[in-house]
């Protein structure tokens, strides 16, 4: 399978819990987007890499949510103590010069 | 206000009928415009683009006016596969990221 690929599809996890979500983008391609999207609405831009570089976040990430892509490959996207309003489907997507990629995501439910 | 703005409908119409879905978005300096569509349950999926010009894949015509910033996507003779929800997307000037609208659900009955 040559797409984006997401881990793990779904999460349900206890509130205060952290959870890790990782994507596996498409080889060489070396942007790296995450989004969160929620019932109803459009996903939302969270945070990117180029390489392994974390170039942009919005003020969506709070100081709960980290990522990292540790060799500009693979990256994880961590939420500390978790919160039910955390609850969403979180989006992968890789850039080449022809477009965006989205992954399957990955479905968290904070109970 | 919203930066990409769409009726979120849904839209109901019938196999064969043409429907129109309209968007707006605030930031004037958006440099990129996509359409992508989205299945119950899945990932976004790139529709087209959306060129100055106007640009049309077969049955799906995507218009864009800059002047009244303002994006449309037309589905010609609507066949039951195209029923899903058809997200605007602009890429604002100076950056790499997207931003989506809510998405009009389109249901396409028989």
């Known amino acids: 399978d040559t797409g984006v690929s997401q881990d793990p599809r779904h999460k349900i996890t206890k509130r205060g819990q952290n959870v890790t979500f990782r994507c596996d983008p498409i080889s060489e391609h070396n942007r790296l987007y995450w989004y969160r999207q929620t019932l109803g609405q459009g996903p939302e831009f969270l945070t990117y890499f180029q390489n392994e570089a974390q170039l942009e976040k919005s003020r969506l990430l709070s100081d709960r949510f980290s990522a990292e892509r540790p060799k500009g490959s693979f990256s994880t996207l961590e939420i500390q103590r978790t919160e039910q309003g955390d609850s969403a489907m979180y989006l992968c997507a890789s850039e080449s010069n022809y477009g965006y990629t989205f992954g399957s995501g990955t479905r968290l439910t904070v109970v | 206000r919203k930066e990409v703005e769409q009726d979120p409908g849904p839209f109901n119409v019938p196999e064969g009928a043409t429907v129109a879905f309209n968007c707006t978005y605030s930031?004037?300096?958006?440099?990129?415009f996509f359409w992508y569509r989205q299945d119950c349950r899945k990932e976004p999926k790139l529709l087209m683009s959306v060129y100055s010009s106007g640009n049309e894949d077969g049955r799906f015509t995507a218009q864009l006016n800059r002047a009244s910033q303002y994006i449309s996507l037309l589905i010609r003779d609507s066949k039951l596969s195209d029923s899903a929800t058809y997200l605007c997307v602009v890429n604002p000037y100076n950056t790499d990221k997207l931003i989506f609208g809510t998405g009009t659900r389109l249901q396409v009955f028989p």
């Open positions: 930031n004037s300096a958006s440099q990129s």
